[in-house]
């Protein structure tokens, strides 16, 4: 028996964040899913279900300022802020699977942030998986850097234009392009926070990290390049790591219609193997 229930949570500072949770009965283990920029939790439907019918309770939510969450649309005054809200669900999770083993996964922005809530919320997790994690510096980006000019130009926005380089499937990308929860277009400050500030911070704090963890990538990542997972699998401090890198596959692994019920498959034989 599967139920789902839907609400919102108060963060630290106010804002409403939209959550959905996919209980099972007897479920074996928890999963936490943190989405990337620009999209939702709903874009997880698929993934949901298969972790659902491995025998995994599945907690997803809208970061702030993206999907159904409240918060300015593609804005948030400090990437910290992503660490805390994540937190607020794992604790949820916790407090409401006494005794289950509760994992993180996250993707692209959401990979920065499950790296980051690993580094700094240590023993609450009992490993983590990352898809394209976006935790170095992107070289696109170094004009934001210059003069600090995401921190003077806050509100100046950027288009989204992620579409094409998502997957190499035409009817995720047009599904992408038509979402209405998918934003258009961020704010720089989101930008500078989470992809410059955060990979420093992260590259600061990388020693710092010592969950299990399954690092995944695809090979053709034209959005995050896979160098960056192999810098993070060769810098942390875990006893317990793997890294794949899928080839042919673009950034979202999850997506590609070929190769997902793979990763899949490796995501459930690493998370049986820790449980």
């Known amino acids: 028996m599967l139920n789902n229930l839907q609400g919102e949570f108060n963060t630290f500072d106010g804002i409403k964040l939209f959550y959905s949770k996919d209980i099972v009965d007897s479920a074996k283990a928890v999963v936490v899913i943190v989405h990337g920029l620009c999209e939702h939790l709903e874009r997880y439907n698929y993934f949901t279900k298969k972790l659902n019918d491995f025998g995994y309770t599945v907690y997803r939510f809208d970061n702030r300022g993206h999907g159904k969450s409240g918060g300015e649309r593609g804005y948030v005054e400090s990437f910290q802020d992503f660490f805390k809200d994540a937190d607020k669900v794992v604790d949820m999770a916790l407090e409401e699977n006494k005794g289950l083993p509760v994992f993180m996964f996250g993707h692209s922005m959401g990979g920065f942030i499950t790296a980051g809530y690993g580094m700094k919320y240590k023993n609450?997790?009992?490993?983590?998986?990352?898809?394209?994690?976006?935790?170095?510096?992107?070289?696109?980006?170094?004009?934001?850097?210059?003069?600090?000019?995401?921190?003077?130009?806050?509100?100046?926005?950027?288009?989204?234009?992620?579409?094409?380089?998502?997957?190499?499937?035409?009817?995720?990308?047009?599904?992408?392009?038509?979402?209405?929860?998918?934003?258009?277009?961020?704010?720089?400050?989101?930008?500078?926070?989470?992809?410059?500030?955060?990979?420093?911070?992260?590259?600061?704090?990388?020693?710092?990290?010592?969950?299990?963890?399954?690092?995944?990538?695809?090979?053709?990542?034209?959005?995050?390049?896979?160098?960056?997972?192999?810098?993070?699998?060769?810098?942390?401090?875990?006893?317990?790591?793997?890294?794949?890198?899928?080839?042919?596959?673009?950034?979202?692994?999850?997506?590609?219609?070929?190769?997902?019920?793979?990763?899949?498959?490796?995501?459930?034989?690493?998370i049986e193997e820790r449980i």
Request: with cysteine.
């Open 124 to 270: 609450k997790l009992k490993g983590q998986i990352l898809s394209g994690a976006a935790i170095t510096e992107p070289h696109a980006f170094k004009d934001l850097k210059k003069d600090n000019y995401f921190e003077k130009h806050p509100r100046e926005k950027s288009p989204n234009a992620l579409a094409k380089f998502i997957c190499r499937d035409e009817n995720v990308v047009k599904d992408y392009d038509n979402d209405p929860l998918v934003l258009k277009e961020t704010n720089i400050k989101l930008l500078g926070e989470a992809f410059i500030k955060g990979s420093k911070w992260i590259s600061e704090n990388v020693k710092n990290y010592e969950y299990p963890c399954l690092i995944l990538h695809g090979e053709m990542d034209r959005i995050v390049k896979n160098e960056a997972s192999k810098w993070m699998f060769s810098n942390i401090h875990s006893d317990d790591k793997s890294i794949k890198i899928y080839p042919k596959c673009y950034h979202e692994i999850l997506s590609e219609k070929e190769e997902k019920d793979d990763v899949i498959e490796d995501i459930h034989k690493w």
